[in-house]
């Protein structure tokens, strides 16, 4: 075998035992494996050496001096581990326990303690090689995967920020631009024919639904940024589908489609943020617009639902594949399927319409078939649990 000293980069490995024989036996072995060793005599210097030395690895005996450690010399080992775990800079760090002892309650006590493997002695050495480098490869495919993990959170972070600055940037001219097309419909610039009138209609339209997008984007931002405080007001369910089918009457009107209510008459008052939650519901019709190629029709209704209450939006349109019913809750996230038509989409509606309802307590939920229309379902408690609420940003 070979002899030399093992390479500066070698794997760092921590032994710990107050028997200073057992220390020696096993940094001759590993020393022969290649791995460089530091040892600890007692519970407190190995957790010590533990976090000044971040080794790759930790070979802890059971019974050692517990020092301050608050645990009886017998349960040392276990304690030194608990404290590894549950420390994010070391908690990765795989533990081999190695004792004297062969009983079934100290293995259970180890595993509970966050232990990785279990050694008997006298160790067999090629055992112990063995799960060594086993050990070591997992922390190794570990590490990798946590790094890959936090360099996709950065790109994350920099696409939000950089589609921040796009917005803002892009908010000032197109209000430019619908207040230029308000002034041609309304003949400031003199008289326009009816296919011109029609058609900077649309382009007005079309506007409004891009600035729609961005300030969903803009607010999805905000809301994850920081807590939410939800201005809490009583609203009558009829009273605010009514409002919702008459702000979007105009477009329902351009574009053929027909939207009904539908409320039982058991469905309770309730307390929510009325503006947030009248932009769930211009969402989900925004959606149920945009993504079909024929007139729709729409149903907006509402009903008593255990202590709460259960709104539905349904729609006749294309319909929703089932492996998108999960995803399109996700932010940048968008529905393609042949019978759709191409419609330009910040994938970020829903993901607004899902923050909101988990801020008020409730819960939302789509079921499509493709080709059969959509109907989304959220519940709302009658009163939310909480009036400000830690958002969790959406993945």
């Known amino acids: 075998m070979d002899s030399s000293a093992p390479a500066s980069d070698a794997p760092l490995i921590l032994v710990a035992d107050d028997v200073a024989a057992n220390v ?3 940094f001759d072995q590993l020393h022969v494996l ?8 007692d519970g407190p210097s190995a957790v010590a050496a533990c976090f000044e030395q971040k080794p790759d690895l930790c070979i802890l005996d059971v019974s050692m001096p517990a020092g301050d450690l608050s645990v009886d010399d017998r349960s040392t080992g276990f304690e030194v581990c608990r404290r590894i775990k549950r420390d994010p800079r070391t908690a990765r760090i795989p533990v081999i326990f190695v004792t004297a002892l062969n009983d079934t309650t100290d293995r259970v006590k180890a595993i509970e303690a966050g232990g990785d493997d279990f050694l008997t ?6 055992v112990l090689g063995a799960r060594v480098r086993s050990l070591l490869k997992l922390k190794a495919a570990t590490d990798a995967l946590e790094e890959s ?3 996709q959170r ?6 939000d920020d950089l589609m921040k600055m796009i917005v803002h940037d892009l908010k000032s001219p197109l209000t430019s631009v619908l207040a230029t097309l308000e002034m041609m419909l309304d003949g400031d610039f003199g008289p326009i024919t009816p296919d011109q009138k029609r058609a900077i209609g649309e382009a007005e339209s079309k506007s409004e639904d891009l ?3 961005i300030e969903d984007l803009l607010e999805v931002r905000r809301i994850e940024e920081t807590t939410l405080t939800l201005n809490l ?3 009558a369910p009829a009273a605010l589908l009514g409002e919702v089918v008459h702000e979007w009457s105009h477009r329902f009107h351009q574009e053929g489609a027909v939207a009904s209510v539908d409320v039982t008459d058991e469905a309770p008052l309730f307390e929510a943020d009325k503006p947030l939650l009248r932009r769930v519901f211009s969402n989900l019709v925004q959606n149920a617009i945009s993504h079909s190629a024929i007139a729709i029709t729409l149903t907006l209704s509402a009903r008593k639902e255990g202590d709460g209450i259960l709104f539905t939006v349904a729609d006749n349109g294309p319909g929703i594949p089932p492996e998108y019913h999960e995803v399109i ?9 042949a019978n759709a038509p191409r419609v330009r989409s910040s994938g970020l509606g829903l993901a607004f319409c899902k923050l909101v309802v988990d801020a008020h307590g409730g819960r939302i939920w789509v079921q499509s078939t493709e080709g059969q229309g959509s109907a989304f379902h959220f519940t709302l408690p009658v009163k939310p649990p909480t009036r400000v609420v830690d958002v969790v940003a959406q993945g």
């Open 329 to 337: 809750f996700r932010k940048f996230e968008q529905v393609k399927t």
């Open 211 to 213: 600035l729609a997008l």
């Open 121 to 126: 002695k006298p160790h067999n050495r090629l």
């Open 149 to 151: 993990s936090r360099k």
């Open 34 to 41: 290649g791995y460089r060793v530091v040892s600890a005599y």
């Open 233 to 235: 007001e009583p609203i």
């Open 154 to 159: 950065e790109l994350e972070k920099v696409r």
């Open 24 to 26: 020696e036996l096993l």
